[in-house]
């Protein structure tokens, strides 16, 4: 039979999900509109002060405005973290058994105070989903999780001024190329929620530091990279990035990139890199630039007393800056 046949039945885009249509046959389930949603709402925060659990309220709705009930929510948790000057703390509740007024509005005290020495401000996220099936009873069906987007609110310790976590990237620059770029089983799916846990304390089991912005840059890098990058068993050393990586305003906003860095921003824990305990800058430039010469020109440029002397030759007034040495 001729192919002059076939958008008889495949046209482009049909009526239904999941129909014969182009559009129908290539839909990726979590996009299907058939899923009823969820979305979350962070509304207050309360015995919030160093000692104290903190108490929770939260509502939880499908994308039409009616109430989810929680206790029947595949997941549903809260995290708290902290401070978001530099995100150091963090930990998690499961919340599903939390108590509510029957109309998608629910409470929760934390099972974990607040460090006694906590100061500035801290924030608390949700995430949540339901497993929905689609297209029950038929040869096609499937379980599907309806997954939330992240949400966060930022709250004051101490009653100094709340001062959220500073933006250093944007998750629409990161969908420009993923799409929908979500981790640990589409949890975690907004930058704000990833540097909660991919704080510079962190490290996996084998020393290498998961810092969001020296796992990220590494990753992109990935080929690029003279000594090669993993954590566990993901391998990151074939990986090639589509664009020009000297473009760093594909991911970064607010001149982010730019040198220096704001003062007080704590060292990296990365114990089996050439620099253990690297300063921030030196973390983040040497997770591109990671050949034994650029460790050792930048361990040169810091002092124990001092800290690091990236500045004095790649300031963004520099001969060096960022974007002249980026330059295309």
């Known amino acids: 039979m001729s192919d002059q ?12 999900d999941f129909d014969v249509s182009i ?23 309360h015995n919030a002060k160093p000692g104290q659990n903190p108490l929770i309220v939260f509502a939880v709705e499908d994308k039409s405005g009616r109430p989810v ?7 549903l948790r809260l995290y708290i973290a902290g401070p ?19 109309y998608g509005v629910y409470w929760w005290t934390m099972s974990r105070p607040l ?9 608390v996220a949700m995430e949540g989903r339901n497993d929905v099936i689609l297209l029950e009873g038929t040869t096609k ?26 933006t250093v990237v944007s998750m629409a620059k990161c969908n420009a190329c993923h799409a929908n770029l979500t981790f ?35 990753i992109h890098r990935g080929a690029g990279l003279d000594r090669g990058f993993a954590i566990g068993t993901h391998v990151y050393s074939e990986i090639g990035y589509p664009g020009d ?42 997770s591109c630039h990671d050949s034994k010469a650029v460790a050792a020109h930048a361990a040169t440029n810091t002092d124990a007393s001092l800290g690091e002397g990236c500045a004095a030759c790649h300031s963004s007034t520099s001969q060096y800056s960022v974007s002249k040495s980026h330059a295309r």
């Open 141 to 166: 069906q499937i379980t599907v999780r309806d997954q939330a987007k992240n949400v966060q609110m930022a709250f004051s310790v101490d009653d100094s001024p709340v001062a959220p976590r500073r």
């Open 84 to 102: 978001a000057s530099d995100y150091t703390s963090q930990y998690a509740d499961n919340v599903t058994t939390a108590d509510g007024n029957g």
């Open 115 to 123: 460090p006694t020495d906590a100061t500035g401000t801290w924030t």
């Open 23 to 45: 559009h129908g046959a290539h839909l990726i389930p979590e996009e299907s509109t058939s899923l009823p949603g969820v979305v979350m709402k962070i509304l207050e925060i």
């Open 5 to 16: 046949f076939c958008t008889q039945c495949h046209i482009p885009k049909g009526e239904l």
């Open 69 to 75: 009930v929680a206790s029947k929510m595949s997941r």
């Open 184 to 218: 640990h089983g589409g949890g975690r799916n907004t930058i704000e929620a990833c540097v909660m846990c991919h704080n510079p304390t962190a490290a996996d089991r084998n020393g290498i530091s998961i810092d969001l912005g020296v796992m990220v840059h590494k």
């Open 245 to 286: 990586l000297r473009n760093c305003s594909a991911c970064h906003v607010n001149n982010s990139e730019q040198l220096p860095l704001r003062e007080g921003l704590l060292a990296v824990n990365h114990p089996a890199d050439l620099i253990p305990n690297p300063g921030r800058t030196t973390a983040v430039c040497t």
